[in-house]
């Protein structure tokens, strides 16, 4: 099963700026696609964003227009540029491969931690 390691995150500032990355240990768009998604404190899960192979994105309506999902095949690598950063998203971060029902399909990693607060 594909494994990933997430990293990236950190405490910053409301209305800061954060680039997570997702590393996976194989090939990642033989699957239907990625997908980012986040886990707040007494919260279930969510997608955030997701990126098919090929290349289509969708987001939460949440962080439309302020997150942008991006991948690199060459390295099985995903990445989660978030603008605009807002205390309500501060959460765990993971990534996970996406089956052809769009829902998560690898292992989950340790996740990485973003911190937006004053």
């Known amino acids: 099963q594909v494994q990933f390691v997430e990293s990236g995150g950190g405490l910053v500032q409301p209305g800061g700026s954060l680039r997570l990355s997702c590393a996976a240990s194989g090939p990642i768009f033989t699957f239907y696609g990625m997908g980012w998604y986040r886990q707040a404190p007494g919260k279930q899960r969510e997608l955030v964003a997701a990126i098919t192979s090929g290349g289509s994105t969708n987001y939460a309506d949440s962080v439309k227009g302020r997150f942008t999902i991006s991948g690199d095949n060459g390295k099985n690598t995903v990445y989660l540029r978030m603008n605009s950063l807002k205390p309500e998203d501060t959460a765990v971060y993971y990534c996970?491969?996406?089956?052809?029902?769009?829902?998560?399909?690898?292992?989950w990693g340790q996740g990485t931690q973003v911190t937006v607060s004053s």
């Open positions: 996970n491969v996406q089956n052809l029902a769009r829902l998560p399909a690898g292992s």
